[in-house]
């Protein structure tokens, strides 16, 4: 079983980056389709974006897209969200999803998650 643990959260003005980690250990790491998602004060948690195995492959959730982007460094075992153009409606606590397969991360009740890092985004 993967154990995954998200960093770099924390407060920004709006307009601002961050670059969020998740470290994985326990697991092989390369073997792993990586996700990330969010879930908002009184929201439902959503996918944000998603890399394949080997990273060639990525996926975003609309809101998102050209804003955010998800890389990964298997030498390090380590996904990474680079969030630029913040606005006040990405405040959010943001996980780190693994799975074997797209499906599987993009199914809430698959797969492993990590414990969270908040994100917010002043005005």
């Known amino acids: 079983q993967v154990q995954l643990i998200e960093s770099g959260g924390g407060l920004v003005q709006a307009g601002g980056s961050l670059r969020l980690s998740c470290a994985a250990s326990?697991?092989?790491?390369?073997?792993?389709?990586m996700g990330w998602f969010r879930q908002a004060p009184g929201k439902e948690r959503e996918f944000v974006a998603d890399?394949?195995?080997?990273?060639?492959?990525?996926n975003y959730a609309d809101s998102v897209k050209g804003r955010f982007t998800i890389s990964r460094d298997n030498a390090k075992n380590t996904v990474y969200l680079q969030m630029n153009g913040l606005n006040p409606e990405d405040t959010a606590v943001y996980y780190c999803?693994?799975?074997?397969?797209?499906?599987?991360?993009?199914?809430?009740?698959?797969?492993?998650w990590g414990q969270g890092t908040p994100v917010t985004v002043s005005s």
């Open positions: 999803k693994a799975g074997y397969s797209m499906v599987q991360v993009r199914r809430q009740e698959l797969g492993s």
């Open positions: 326990g697991g092989t790491f390369s073997s792993y389709v």
């Open positions: 890399i394949s195995w080997s990273g060639s492959t990525t």
